[in-house]
């Protein structure tokens, strides 16, 4: 339904016959009656037409009258389309300072300025009012048509400047939903275009994985023999050295025998000069470290199978996650070693239905920030865990130099790090929370500034669908 035009008008002069005067311009009585509608219906066969619209014409007689009558018809949602101003008005405001009044409330009224005489030239009027857009000027004596033609024109463009001016609105509302559809858009582009780099950064991390897997099944097939023979070698002199103590004592018991003062007296410099008593001692002592030392390469070997062991069919498997970290902690512990004690507070766990490798993966990347994260003092790694209702959870906490709370924020996005540029990619962290999140499970992080950081990784004990 289209809103009528506004026709209402405001006359502010301090002369009531100029108000009459106008009235009877703008307002003007029927001149039909009604016998003379009939009348001319029988004439020209059909109804007579309509009389136009008039104008809503209101009076004020000085420039304050005026300003209140305008706040009164904006606060009735019924405003003015023009106001016809006298520029003389003796008491109280001008024509000028009135006009300034009114547009100051609305700057859409149109003014037309009603004078006989030259207070103001039109140019100095216009320079102060700063208007030319929505001011006229009409010269004492007026013109009835004159001011018919004016009122009809400004009413008019009021309207119209309206009617734009809702379009315009419309258009603002149209082209900012518009624009907010575009940054959602770009927005919902760059988080796929992170997510496809997470992706590829997680397919060749899998792919590093396997290629670990097999190399330390490589690693293992050949070092595991001379692992083997050297250990039964090992064990088999440790026993045969074990005769050859029996033997030497039977040697010293049988000096007592020798009844040649010189030969008793050349194998005791022997001894002395091969330190028979010491070499008893120590060669014990050194198949033992050797067997100790070739137990701990078997040992390193096991642990980095067990870290990469990557299930090429991506299948859940139970697997015990402490044996896990341990595996973890041995593959890092050149890392940690120089900077931080490790602190273990384990709790039992069941067996945890998991992807091993990754876990292992994801407890090496928080392990090793940890250890980064520690200063030039010696600082503490404390691993913890525990079972709560039908989810296991594992704390890894450093004594580090924490994180500061604007980047704690974003610690989990791709790319984001904080250490020097070539120091680190930025996809440790969001890795891991990929991970865990593959296995239904939560990360989170808690950190104080020169206090330390604590991550928090919590799973569910059973997996409910296929590892996709």
């Known amino acids: 339904m289209s809103t009528p035009p506004n026709r209402r008008i405001l006359l502010i002069d301090d002369t009531p016959s100029i108000h009459e005067d106008f009235r009877k311009i703008l307002t003007p009585e029927a001149q039909h009656t009604a016998e003379l509608d009939d009348m001319e219906a029988a004439l020209f066969g059909s109804e007579a037409k309509p009389a136009a619209t008039l104008f809503e014409l209101d009076s004020a007689y000085g420039g304050q009258e005026g300003l209140s009558k305008l706040l009164q018809a904006m606060e009735e949602q019924r405003p003015y389309a023009l106001a016809f101003v006298d520029m003389r008005m003796p008491q109280g405001w001008d024509g000028a300072e009135t006009i300034e009044h009114l547009w100051k409330e609305d700057p859409r009224l149109q003014v037309v300025v009603c004078t006989a005489y030259s207070d103001h030239s039109w140019d100095e009027l216009l320079e102060r009012l700063q208007a030319r857009d929505r001011l006229l000027i009409l010269k004492k004596p007026f013109d009835n048509i004159e001011v018919q033609q004016m009122a009809n024109t400004l009413t008019s463009k009021w309207d119209m400047t309206q009617r734009a001016s809702v379009q315009l609105d419309q258009l603002g509302h149209l082209v900012e939903r518009r624009t907010q559809q575009y940054r959602q858009a770009s927005v919902d582009l760059q988080q796929e275009i992170d997510e496809r780099k997470l992706l590829e950064s997680q397919l060749v991390q899998s792919e590093k994985l396997a290629s670990l897997g097999q190399l330390a099944a490589g690693v293992a097939h050949e070092i595991n023999n001379p692992i083997g023979f050297i250990s039964s070698n090992l064990g088999a002199l440790d026993g045969y050295f074990k005769q050859l103590q029996e033997m030497l004592d039977a040697y010293l018991d049988a000096e007592e025998a020798i009844g040649s003062s010189e030969l008793i007296a050349r194998l005791k410099a022997l001894r002395e000069r091969i330190e028979l008593d010491f070499l008893r001692d120590d060669i014990p002592q050194l198949i033992k470290e050797s067997k100790d030392g070739i137990a701990r390469v078997g040992q390193i070997v096991k642990d980095l199978k067990d870290f990469s062991r990557v299930d090429p069919t991506q299948e859940w498997q139970w697997a015990n996650l402490q044996h896990g970290i341990d595996s973890t902690l041995n593959i890092v512990a050149n890392e940690i070693k120089y900077k931080a004690d490790v602190v273990k507070l384990y709790q039992p766990l069941p067996d945890v239905e998991c992807l091993p490798s990754q876990i292992n993966q994801v407890v090496m990347n928080l392990i090793v920030n940890a250890a980064q994260a520690i200063g030039p003092e010696r600082g503490t790694i404390t691993l913890s865990n525990g079972l709560e209702g039908e989810k296991v959870w594992i704390e890894v906490a450093d ?27 930025g996809l440790g962290l969001s890795l891991s929370y990929g ?21 928090r990784i919590e799973l569910p004990l059973r997996q409910s669908k296929p590892a996709a």
């Open 399 to 425: 004594t580090g130099s924490g994180i500061e709370p604007h980047s704690l924020q974003k610690i989990f996005d791709p790319f984001f790090t904080t250490k020097p540029v070539g120091q680190g990619t």
């Open 435 to 455: 991970i865990v999140k593959k296995h239904r499970g939560e990360i989170s992080v808690r950190s104080e500034v020169g206090v330390g950081t604590t991550f």
